[in-house]
């Protein structure tokens, strides 16, 4: 997740650092490397955070990170600090097994224990 160029961008990140979002789309649209569908058409999917490196599609982030200007790396330094804030979330590992290649923890990204 990233904000316009704004001095309050920790604190915003802050505030969203514990919340797990899941979305359910009802069509898909916007997946990078696929055709859109009509609107509305097809099956309920479940969207989530990304929860481990390489979940994403190689070349999603890049992709994003490139048409926003953004740097990962200076983004990773700029919110060191919010590392040790993260608590412990379930459905962290509850897909892992749907993604290809071997999957590395993100810092601060940790499964909670007995709801996996």
């Given at each position: 997740?990233?904000l316009?160029?704004t001095?309050n961008?920790?604190k915003?990140?802050?505030?969203?650092?514990?919340?797990?979002?899941?979305?359910?789309?009802?069509?898909?649209?916007?997946?990078y490397?696929q055709?859109?569908?009509k609107?509305?058409?097809g099956?309920p999917r479940?969207?989530w955070?990304f929860?481990?490196l390489h979940?994403?599609?190689?070349?999603?982030?890049?992709?994003?990170?490139e048409?926003l200007?953004?740097?990962?790396?200076?983004?990773?330094k700029?919110?060191?600090?919010l590392?040790s804030?993260?608590?412990a979330?379930?459905g962290?590992n509850?897909?892992?097994?749907?993604?290809?290649?071997?999957l590395?923890?993100?810092?601060?990204?940790?499964?909670?224990?007995g709801?996996?």
């Amino acid at each position: 997740m990233t904000l316009p160029a704004t001095k309050n961008e920790l604190k915003v990140m802050e505030q969203k650092l514990n919340s797990y979002g899941k979305t359910i789309h009802v069509w898909k649209a916007g997946v990078y490397g696929q055709e859109d569908e009509k609107f509305p058409l097809g099956e309920p999917r479940l969207a989530w955070s990304f929860n481990h490196l390489h979940e994403p599609q190689q070349g999603l982030l890049e992709s994003v990170y490139e048409s926003l200007d953004i740097s990962v790396e200076q983004k990773r330094k700029e919110r060191k600090d919010l590392v040790s804030q993260a608590k412990a979330q379930c459905g962290v590992n509850a897909i892992a097994g749907e993604f290809k290649g071997e999957l590395k923890p993100l810092e601060g990204v940790k499964a909670k224990e007995g709801c996996e």
